[in-house]
């Protein structure tokens, strides 16, 4: 199968237009929202009646998958199975006091290995279509990751078990086909969505999934872009409700995971085995699939670059409450609104903001060539970052040039009393300090110069500009006592490098 290259114009072009990404192409929230492939007819009956038809029909199936050497399968025409899986769809409802529930997961975890290795407990029918029925037990599987009152540990484990169902279907089917793959990345899109979309309640199961949702998401995603590169309306999806999930620590984390990685695949055949590696764990590493080629990843990177949306709103936490499931929930049940504050996960914002910004200046370090260790659990040393060095040093810039970015950078800095006394500082009194120092070592200690063979200063700018510079002035306070002072250091200090670093 192809890796299908009818998803857009090539990452030069799209460096030109990013802030009309996708914008000619629909999105899928109108398809998701009007597929009615989880509901069984069932539904149609009264609960008792789905209930008793549900936990009669079930229980043999999975009891059969359950014996040492599980027998072959008493479903043998195509009828059979499916008046069968629309049991087993409506079981998938139920609540989680009975084996009912666990059944009907064994059953279709089992099932959707037809796209994987036929066995004899799998019913010839789906072993002739397997695409086919797979497609529909995905779509019935969205129903187990519906929140369930005081049933969350059987639930996250049920739902583990789907999620690992799925990620050996991803890695090991070679015959699936591109609408099977369409369907598995929008089922992944729905369940993040059903359980991450909503402001998070403490001990509930989307904290619990969470990290293992996105995971499998992204991990899926990398490889259908291998397989079968998903098309532009998927991407534009993918985005939109990303946005809406950002809340999640987790979400921030696994993106960082993946454009890291990414990064280093693209830095690697970009500029060549002569140019500082960008050093990231091999976990991380192997999350992109070793038969992914350049120009998809080159591709695959961009997209994702984008996919977390502009990384600065989750400073607002206005921004980040206005998605439709925090609106639904914003008025309680006498019709009166909410405050922002009464939702607990908007306090973690400034963390979970603290930490998409240190990602993206770990990117801006890869692309200068600097390599240097940061931790994430705590902030970097600040430095004087803006003290210039007084020895005469040869530049090739030209000196219109320079004086133009001194400007700029002033003219941005202007507005932060900080940042201006710090700059007068500069003007009248000498310093050793290098301006690109590094905030994790001394004063005394150079910061590793950029790369020479690395990219252009607007190259750069055009990529992560616009994001640094608004994150450098957010004032934005941290729950553990780290401020904006210090905690966007990184930021200012990568602004800095790169426009005063000679080309």
Same mark, same amino acid.
């Given at each position: 199968?192809?890796?299908?290259?009818?998803?857009?114009?090539?990452?030069?072009?799209?460096?030109?237009?990013?802030?009309?990404?996708?914008?000619?192409?629909?999105? !899928?929230?109108?398809?998701?929202?009007?597929?009615?492939?989880?509901?069984?007819?069932?539904?149609?009956?009264?609960?008792?009646?789905?209930?008793?038809?549900?936990?009669?029909?079930?229980?043999?199936?999975?009891?059969?998958?359950?014996?040492? !050497?599980?027998?072959?399968?008493?479903?043998?025409?195509?009828?059979?199975?499916?008046?069968?899986?629309?049991?087993?769809?409506?079981?998938?409802?139920?609540?989680?006091?009975?084996?009912?529930?666990?059944?009907?997961?064994?059953?279709?975890?089992?099932?959707?290995?037809?796209?994987?290795?036929?066995?004899?407990?799998?019913?010839?029918?789906?072993?002739?279509?397997?695409?086919?029925?797979?497609?529909?037990?995905?779509k019935h599987l969205?129903?187990?990751?519906?929140?369930?009152?005081?049933?969350?540990?059987?639930?996250?484990?049920?739902?583990?078990?789907?999620?690992?169902?799925?990620?050996?279907?991803?890695?090991?089917?070679?015959?699936?086909?591109?609408?099977?793959?369409?369907?598995?990345?929008?089922?992944?899109?729905?369940?993040?969505?059903?359980?991450?979309?909503?402001?998070?309640?403490?001990?509930?199961?989307?904290?619990?999934?969470?990290?293992?949702?996105?995971?499998? !998401?992204?991990?899926?995603?990398?490889?259908?872009?291998?397989?079968?590169?998903?098309?532009?309306?998927?991407?534009?999806?993918?985005?939109?409700?990303?946005?809406?999930?950002?809340?999640?620590?987790?979400?921030?984390?696994?993106?960082?995971?993946?454009?890291?990685?990414?990064?280093?695949?693209?830095?690697?055949?970009?500029?060549?085995?002569?140019?500082?590696?960008?050093?990231?764990?091999?976990e991380d590493a192997?999350?992109?699939?070793?038969?992914?080629?350049n120009e998809c990843?080159?591709?695959?990177?961009?997209?994702?670059?984008?996919?977390?949306?502009?990384?600065?709103?989750?400073?607002?936490?206005?921004?980040?409450?206005?998605?439709?499931?925090?609106?639904?929930?914003?008025?309680?049940?006498?019709?009166?609104?909410?405050?922002?504050?009464?939702?607990?996960?908007?306090?973690?914002?400034?963390?979970?903001?603290?930490?998409?910004?240190?990602?993206?200046?770990?990117?801006?370090?890869?692309?200068?060539?600097?390599?240097?260790?940061?931790?994430?659990?705590?902030?970097?040393?600040?430095?004087?970052?803006?003290?210039?060095?007084?020895?005469?040093?040869?530049?090739?810039?030209?000196?219109?040039?320079?004086?133009?970015?001194?400007?700029?950078?002033?003219?941005?800095?202007?507005?932060?009393?900080?940042?201006?006394?710090?700059?007068?500082?500069?003007?009248?009194?000498?310093?050793?300090?290098?301006?690109?120092?590094?905030?994790?070592?001394?004063?005394?200690?150079?910061?590793?110069?950029?790369?020479?063979?690395?990219?252009?200063?607007?190259?750069?700018?055009?990529?992560?500009?616009?994001?640094?510079?608004?994150?450098?002035?957010?004032?934005?306070?941290?729950?553990?006592?780290?401020?904006?002072?210090?905690?966007?250091?990184?930021?200012?200090?990568?602004?800095?490098?790169?426009?005063?670093?000679?080309?």
């Amino acid at each position: 199968m192809g890796t299908g290259w009818d998803c857009g114009p090539k990452v030069q072009t799209t460096l030109q237009h990013k802030g009309t990404m996708y914008s000619e192409w629909r999105s !899928l929230h109108l398809v998701i929202q009007n597929d009615k492939g989880h509901t069984s007819v069932l539904h149609s009956y009264p609960d008792s009646v789905g209930r008793e038809v549900a936990n009669a029909v079930v229980r043999p199936l999975g009891q059969a998958l359950n014996t040492p !050497l599980p027998a072959e399968s008493v479903l043998k025409t195509d009828k059979e199975v499916k008046w069968t899986v629309e049991v087993i769809c409506y079981g998938l409802t139920l609540p989680l006091d009975g084996d009912t529930v666990k059944y009907c997961v064994d059953v279709y975890t089992d099932w959707i290995m037809a796209l994987v290795l036929p066995k004899d407990s799998i019913p010839p029918p789906i072993v002739k279509e397997p695409n086919l029925y797979v497609q529909i037990i995905l779509k019935h599987l969205q129903n187990l990751f519906v929140p369930r009152q005081d049933q969350g540990s059987s639930q996250v484990k049920l739902c583990l078990q789907v999620l690992k169902a799925v990620q050996k279907l991803a890695h090991e089917s070679t015959t699936m086909a591109r609408e099977t793959w369409e369907v598995l990345l929008l089922f992944l899109l729905q369940i993040n969505d059903i359980l991450l979309g909503a402001p998070t309640v403490q001990g509930g199961i989307a904290e619990s999934l969470a990290e293992k949702l996105i995971g499998v !998401l992204f991990e899926v995603w990398l490889l259908a872009c291998t397989r079968c590169f998903p098309t532009p309306p998927y991407w534009k999806t993918a985005k939109e409700m990303v946005a809406n999930w950002r809340h999640h620590s987790a979400v921030v984390e696994q993106w960082s995971k993946v454009i890291c990685a990414l990064t280093a695949r693209l830095l690697r055949f970009t500029y060549g085995p002569s140019f500082p590696p960008f050093k990231i764990p091999d976990e991380d590493a192997s999350l992109i699939p070793p038969e992914m080629d350049n120009e998809c990843v080159a591709q695959t990177w961009f997209r994702f670059l984008h996919m977390l949306s502009n990384p600065v709103d989750l400073s607002n936490p206005a921004i980040i409450s206005s998605t439709p499931k925090f609106q639904e929930q914003f008025l309680n049940v006498s019709g009166m609104a909410q405050e922002l504050n009464q939702y607990p996960c908007l306090k973690h914002l400034p963390q979970i903001f603290f930490r998409a910004m240190r990602g993206i200046s770990c990117l801006v370090d890869a692309f200068l060539g600097i390599s240097r260790p940061r931790s994430d659990s705590a902030p970097p040393t600040p430095v004087n970052r803006l003290s210039m060095p007084q020895t005469t040093t040869v530049n090739t810039t030209p000196p219109h040039n320079r004086r133009h970015r001194t400007v700029t950078v002033n003219k941005t800095m202007k507005n932060s009393t900080a940042s201006t006394a710090h700059s007068s500082k500069v003007q009248h009194q000498p310093s050793s300090t290098s301006p690109l120092s590094s905030p994790n070592q001394t004063g005394s200690e150079p910061r590793p110069l950029p790369a020479p063979h690395r990219p252009k200063v607007n190259s750069i700018l055009n990529l992560f500009g616009s994001w640094l510079f608004d994150a450098a002035f957010v004032h934005c306070k941290l729950h553990n006592g780290i401020n904006r002072d210090s905690s966007m250091t990184d930021l200012e200090e990568d602004i800095i490098v790169i426009m005063f670093s000679p080309e």
